[in-house]
């Protein structure tokens, strides 16, 4: 019996159907097989196009192994039952498509397992299925006490897939241990710059392909520094490496004893890396309109809290390291392309726990203009009918989420770069109130200099009020939501909302901004001092479901059936078909 042998499908014939019905499966259709914006390219750049797809779908299949060890033989298994005519495997595999494994947790915050018995994992697929807390611990004491701190390093190394070594583990890079697939992608990357119009462009695409070739992260920091450079270039490309979905590393944090005796080897604990594809065309109009915002970096850095206690990346006009660019999307594959509960606006990268930013990189802010068009108007005027009150429905508008995206993303480049691994599973969540409280916290001085009008400072506001709110209490590994929560409850102590007796939300626009400068200065603290407790004590303090936040969210749930998510990418599949 093979392994593909070994699984039953979790969910009932009946939520199947529920949640691959069009009213609970929300699809996001990504650029079309005969879209302008491509028909438009160089003959060259179509070329590309396919090796670069192909590539992103390969590191797909690496992803699925990084996050579940039995992805690859659900699937397998689920074509097989296919094959036989098994309805609810094809409804199952719909699901799996979406979610791109067979562990997610949907937009009501809960869990799903598409496979009996198989739950997700803390340490996903990068530790041993049966390794412990308590036990992944004392081995890394026991090995520490034993003089074996390069063996540490490599357990600990964002990118390794960690295994059992006897009574000890070890780390293997990720680019050893699925060494065939890395060097495919490379090859189709080496393939893609000698077709691609673009030198600059065709420069990462080689600098990426070594990467992929060789276990050393200094090629990735050359490769990560090359991209985030990139401007003007017609095609995009990345390889996304983020850590929020891990959490057995973050939990060395929690260990005071553990944690001191690594930072005496010099021994970082940052939750290993996922790896994401996404292609697309940058769309030069987006583009444009994104770049308004970069001359005012430096001055907002100047503005940030406690500014001059942190090494700023963001130093001046001239030596402003940070790219942006809206793309048009072909692909979302991997991590990049989970839609577990929601999916990505935009992306800030390289992360502050990046080598190239250490050799003088800079970042890359990347928006997905396919993900955030709103398709439904009316279901969108339905949920303001229900939350938000009447006079203030002028100042919402669904563009303004996007300017709001514009200045999250760069407040990641804001702020401390160093000492986030301390806060254990704790620093997603900081890092992106951070990020949001700065945007909102800046929105006064963009206006006095002259970014956005008066009408478009409202606009802001209210909206991003308005969409704070959430459908159901997240879990705490929600980074994301987590931060909506806490945000909802500073605010409403601050008096920048209130719930009217008619149960919808009053903004009160004048008290917004004050908050969020409030706020940003306490995470801001929170992230200088690096303290485990005091990040805990942060989050626990504000994590806090209210009264108000359910009644909201009990409107938000009968507007809004989406449970599950999922995207269509018809270019990228004719261009697997073609290669």
């Known amino acids: 019996m093979t392994d593909t042998d070994n699984f039953q499908l979790n969910l009932s014939s009946a939520e199947l159907q529920k949640r691959t019905h069009k009213d609970y499966l929300i699809t996001k259709n990504l650029l079309a097989a005969d879209a302008p914006e491509y028909l438009a390219l160089a003959e060259g750049d179509k070329q590309a196009l396919k090796h670069l797809v192909k590539a992103a779908y390969i590191l797909e299949r690496i992803n699925m192994q990084l996050d579940n060890p039995h992805n690859l033989a659900f699937k397998e298994y689920l074509a097989k039952e296919i094959a036989k005519g098994n309805q609810d495997a094809i409804m199952t595999k719909i699901l799996f498509d979406g979610q791109k494994g067979i562990n997610s947790i949907d937009a009501m915050s809960d869990k799903i397992n598409l496979a009996k018995g198989h739950g997700d994992l803390a340490g996903k697929g990068v530790y041993p299925e049966d390794l412990t807390k308590a036990e992944f611990h004392q081995i890394l004491s026991t090995m520490l006490q034993a003089g074996k701190d390069e063996a540490v390093k490599k357990i600990l190394s964002q990118r390794s897939v960690v295994e059992r070594n006897g009574r000890e583990l070890i780390g293997i890079d990720y680019i050893d241990k699925f060494k065939e697939d890395f060097s495919a992608i490379a090859d189709e990357l080496t393939k893609a710059a000698e077709t691609s119009t673009d030198a600059d462009f065709n420069e990462y695409l080689e600098l990426q392909a070594k990467a992929l070739r060789t276990a050393d992260a200094m090629l990735d920091a050359y490769a990560d520094k090359k991209w985030a450079s990139l401007q003007n270039t017609p095609l995009e490309f990345t390889l996304v490496r983020e850590n929020y979905d891990e959490e057995m590393t973050a939990t060395i944090a929690e260990n005071k004893e553990l944690s001191e005796l690594l930072a005496k080897r010099g021994i970082s604990a940052i939750p290993k890396d996922f790896l994401g594809g996404r292609v697309g065309i940058v769309n030069r109009k987006g583009t444009e309109a994104l770049l308004a915002i970069k001359k005012y970096l430096p001055l907002l850095a100047q503005n940030m809290p406690y500014h001059d206690e942190y090494p700023q990346t963001v130093s001046s006009e001239d030596d402003n390291k940070q790219t942006m660019v809206d793309v048009d999307l ?75 995206t514009i200045g999250h993303e760069n407040a990641h480049s804001l702020g401390p770069a160093k000492g986030s691994e301390t806060l254990g599973k704790y620093a997603n969540i900081i890092e992106e109130n951070k990020a949001d409280m700065a945007a909102l916290a800046f929105v006064d001085l963009l206006t006095e200099l002259g970014m956005y009008t008066p009408l478009q400072r409202k606009q802001i506001i209210v909206t991003m009020i308005t969409d704070n709110f959430t459908k159901s209490k997240p879990v705490i590994s929600q980074a994301h939501r987590v931060r909506n929560v806490m945000q909802n409850k500073y605010f409403a102590e601050h008096g920048a909302y209130e719930i009217t007796p008619e149960g919808t939300i009053q903004v009160n626009i004048a008290k917004v901004v004050p908050a969020a400068k409030a706020m940003l200065a306490e995470i801001i603290r929170v992230q200088i001092d690096g303290d485990f407790t005091k990040a805990e004590k942060y989050v626990t303090d504000n994590f806090v479901w209210t009264k108000d936040m359910e009644l909201i969210a009990q409107k938000l749930q009968k507007v809004s059936k989406t449970l599950n998510g999922t995207t269509n990418s018809p270019l990228a599949q004719k261009l697997l078909c073609e290669e």
């Open 330 to 404: 072909i692909a979302l594959t991997g991590n990049a392309g989970e839609y577990r509960g929601s999916i990505t606006l935009a992306e800030n990268l390289p992360n502050d726990d990046k080598l190239s930013l250490q050799i003088g990189g800079g970042r890359r802010n990347v928006y997905h203009r396919q993900i955030r068009f709103i398709s439904d108007k009316a279901k969108l005027q339905e949920r303001l009918d229900a939350v938000l009150t009447k006079e203030q429905h002028q100042y919402y508008l669904d563009e303004a989420d996007h300017w709001f």
